[in-house]
């Protein structure tokens, strides 16, 4: 998915897979070398586009929910996002 490699690496000095992306979230584990990439998945990548990165990776919306609200939230909030997560 280009939205996704192109839009998370667009300004950083090292650059992240989206294989790198999943597992991070899958495991929960945040290698802050790329804690600039995560923030900018969860927050700059359109919704549509994260939702079939998910999928594309078989990522439960509830790994992604409890990632976001551990993580994400207390830095950068994404109310589109949250919205999805009220419909699982």
Do not use: C, Q, R, W
Not at 16 to 36: C, H, P, R
């Amino acid at each position: 998915m280009k939205t996704v490699d192109t839009t998370v690496n667009i300004s950083m000095k090292y650059p992240v897979t989206e294989k790198k992306l999943s597992e991070i979230i899958k495991t929960g584990k945040i290698d802050t070398k790329y804690f600039a990439h995560i923030i900018a998945l969860f927050t700059d990548v359109p919704v549509p586009d994260f939702m079939v990165f998910i999928k594309k990776y078989g990522i439960s919306l509830s790994t992604v929910k409890k990632f976001y609200f551990k993580h994400i939230k207390k830095f950068y909030s994404n109310n589109e996002l949250e919205n999805i997560f009220t419909f699982k």
